[in-house]
């Protein structure tokens, strides 16, 4: 049976991966390369998104979008619409009821009147006053009834979202229905708390009251959530308002609650959510500046949705000791900014476990570092960088993908090996398939035996030396990021395309030491005072001698003069200005250099005299060159160097 492969037809490819992870490094290479460690470009990279056909929102767009909805929602409108709305249809019942009274002249009309006249200034407590009132004007008891009906549903919306609607029309059967089902969740909460509830008695509750909830929670724990914020909105919208509208507000609360049988019920609902939910701001003032009044249950939505908000913004931040992607609470992503936000953020979560998986990042001991591989692909990112500065006519066979790596052909071919980078000899390939028997049909089928490559000439093996400076001041002069760039670029360069070269990179500062590729990226400069290149010229010395057939290369990249040596002890002297034994032993290791036939090139970081005159000093004494180039084309300066001392040789 014949299979065929391609690319899939039918829309986006369902295997391919939400984001392309080597893309991701890249993007996190920027920062790496400009100074950054691994941890900090990861979360740089976390803030500002992923890159590739799916893109994904960064921490930063999701958190605009945030303090834009919490904006919004501060401006939507006043916390007293349901008091002024209550107070209006109270005075609009009175007049009511003064209009019958008016033409009345009987004494008991008169009495009517005082009894009016004498109700408290408080909304609630003059409704208090009316419950037990015979209203003589039935428009009057018309507009008192809707009254109560406002109240009844605002009160039990700022509880349960969406029972407003519900009790829209006046229904004892569906007051006692909510009677009920207060009672049934009350008798859930106590069992819960001593372990006797069960997931089928939930069910059992939703399926006899799950019209009453349009969140539709799935479990106990969801339900409590729920209706913990939003009895905490509701304090909240108390402690935001006047001493006077708090004291009149909540007075209206209970009463209505009391009228419907619910008092005690709701004061035992809102014990048990109050101690499952310490953690919520029960009782944090929160201002909207809005004109618009907004009622009971509008208001309380509003501050439910600002909380969310203000915990969203704190978690998206990540601006905390700790902070994790875990922090993020994807209810309230989804709540705040929809569900498209939440693939976003799950997006961004895997992330690090993608890197880590398919080995770019490694965690040890708690700290994220690179591995090996994710160094050279960082490498060849900085190589492409300084090839693409490079003027095309001056990169020679080193930016030719056809060619072999390792000179030109002579002609002659051999049987591949394992290893080998040589182009492959298609001609005395195919023959020797044919020749082996490989042909059948109108096919013909290769073994590894048939394969043979190119013969290319050797080139000359060299050994190279970069001595980079990683003192301080590097960092102070914004150029320390530049050299590392740089070390980057020329250890992928010699892997790629001179792998028979050995190359040592050195870094110096009060001391030098070799730095291993995998270091290389996630170095950072030494905060110490020195730059002993004496000490880095010894130990390049010991490269170079442990490899005394391949050619010489030394390139220096500095920002200062020596001022510092290693003495016998093993101690490293600082002075400054340099001293003169500082001075005298490093050129002594210029000397040993010298009668070893490498020539040391210097790329010059900085201008001033001291410095000047000490690579001009190097150069007469070495025969190499001096380079200043700006730390944006550092780079650019080393490999080119590197490359026409290559093709001399």
């Known amino acids: 049976m014949a299979y065929r492969y391609g690319e899939y037809q039918e829309g986006p490819d369902p295997l391919a991966p939400p984001y392309d992870v080597r893309a991701a490094l890249d993007e996190?290479?920027?920062?790496?390369?400009?100074?950054?460690?691994?941890?900090?470009?990861?979360?740089?990279?976390?803030?500002?998104?992923?890159?590739?056909a799916r893109e994904r929102r960064g921490l930063d767009e999701m958190l605009r979008e945030v303090r834009r909805r919490r904006r919004e929602l501060r401006e939507s409108g006043r916390l007293d619409g349901t008091l002024e709305k209550a107070r209006a249809l109270l005075d609009k019942a009175i007049g009511q009821e003064r209009a019958e009274l008016?033409?009345?002249?009987?004494?008991?009309?008169?009495?009517?009147?005082?009894?009016?006249?004498?109700?408290?200034?408080?909304?609630?407590?003059?409704?208090?006053?009316?419950?037990g009132y015979e209203w003589r004007s039935a428009a009057a008891r018309q507009t008192f009834e809707e009254l109560r009906d406002l109240l009844r549903r605002e009160v039990l919306d700022t509880q349960f979202r969406g029972l407003r609607d519900a009790l829209a029309n006046p229904d004892p059967a569906a007051m006692e229905r909510v009677r009920q089902m207060v009672a049934a969740l009350n008798d859930m909460l106590e069992r819960d708390a001593r372990g006797e509830h069960t997931q089928q008695d939930f069910e059992q509750f939703m399926a006899a009251y799950g019209d009453m909830f349009p969140e539709k929670p799935r479990t106990l724990e969801e339900l409590v959530d729920i209706l913990a914020r939003r009895a905490a909105a509701t304090q909240r919208m108390l402690a935001s308002m006047t001493p006077r509208q708090r004291e009149e507000l909540s007075n209206l609360i209970n009463q209505t609650l009391e009228q419907a049988g619910l008092g005690e019920q709701m004061r035992r609902l809102g014990d048990a959510l109050t101690s499952r939910r310490p953690d919520l701001a029960w009782n944090t003032p929160e201002r909207l500046t809005g004109?618009?009044?907004?009622?009971?249950?509008?208001a309380v939505t509003a501050l439910e949705e600002l909380a969310d908000l203000t915990q969203l913004e704190a978690a998206l931040r990540q601006d905390y000791p700790g902070a994790?992607?875990?922090?993020?609470?994807?209810?309230?992503?989804?709540?705040?900014?929809?569900?498209?936000?939440?693939?976003?953020?799950?997006?961004?979560?895997?992330?690090?476990?993608?890197?880590?998986?398919q080995g770019y990042l490694l965690r040890r001991r708690g700290k994220l570092e690179l591995t090996p591989k994710a160094v050279r692909r960082l490498g060849e990112t900085a190589l492409r960088r300084v090839f693409a500065s490079l003027d095309a006519g001056r990169r020679g066979d080193h930016d030719q993908h056809d060619a072999g790596s390792a000179g030109e052909l002579t002609g002659a071919s051999r049987p591949w090996?394992?290893?080998?980078?040589?182009?492959?000899?298609?001609?005395?390939?195919?023959?020797?398939?044919i020749r082996n028997g490989g042909r059948t049909g109108g096919a013909l089928k290769l073994s590894v035996d048939d394969f043979?490559?190119?013969?290319?000439?050797?080139?000359?093996?060299?050994?190279?030396?970069?001595?980079?400076?990683?003192?301080?001041?590097?960092?102070?002069?914004?150029?320390?990021?530049?050299?590392?760039?740089?070390?980057?670029?020329?250890?992928?360069?010699?892997?790629?395309?001179?792998?028979?070269?050995?190359?040592?990179?050195?870094?110096?500062?009060?001391?030098a030491r070799v730095l291993q590729p995998d270091e290389l990226a996630g170095l950072d400069w030494d905060m110490v005072q020195g730059t002993n290149l004496h000490h880095a010229l010894l130990i390049a010395g010991r490269h170079l001698d442990r490899h005394p057939d391949f050619e010489p290369v030394v390139l220096v990249?500095?920002?200062?003069?020596?001022?510092?040596?290693?003495?016998?002890?093993?101690?490293?002297?600082?002075?400054?200005p340099p001293s003169h034994e500082t001075l005298e032993l490093t050129l002594a290791e210029v000397d040993k250099m010298t009668r070893r036939r490498a020539t040391i090139n210097v790329f010059m970081l900085a201008a001033d005299d001291r410095l000047r005159e000490f690579v001009d000093e190097v150069a007469r004494r070495n025969g190499g060159r001096v380079f200043s180039p700006s730390a944006e084309r550092l780079g650019e300066y080393v490999v080119s160097d590197f490359l026409r001392l290559r093709r001399a040789r």
């Open 291 to 298: 004109d618009e009044p907004l009622g009971m249950g509008d």
């Open 28 to 52: 996190m290479g920027d920062a790496i390369l400009s100074g950054s460690t691994p941890v900090h470009a990861l979360r740089d990279l976390l803030k500002r998104g992923l890159p590739g």
């Open 417 to 433: 090996r394992f290893g080998d980078e040589q182009p492959i000899d298609v001609v005395r390939t195919l023959v020797n398939g």
């Open 452 to 511: 043979e490559v190119a013969e290319t000439e050797r080139r000359t093996a060299a050994a190279v030396c970069l001595l980079v400076d990683l003192s301080y001041s590097m960092a102070l002069r914004g150029t320390w990021a530049a050299a590392k760039q740089t070390a980057l670029a020329l250890q992928a360069l010699v892997a790629s395309k001179f792998p028979q070269d050995a190359v040592q990179i050195i870094g110096f500062s009060n001391y």
């Open 324 to 357: 994790r992607l875990d922090d993020i609470d994807e209810a309230a992503v989804r709540r705040a900014l929809g569900r498209s936000a939440v693939d976003d953020l799950d997006a961004l979560r895997r992330i690090e476990r993608e890197l880590e998986e």
């Open 102 to 131: 008016f033409p009345d002249p009987s004494d008991a009309a008169r009495m009517r009147e005082a009894e009016l006249d004498a109700l408290p200034d408080d909304t609630a407590s003059a409704i208090q006053e009316l419950t």
């Open 557 to 576: 990249v500095t920002d200062g003069e020596p001022t510092a040596h290693l003495m016998r002890n093993g101690r490293s002297a600082f002075e400054w």
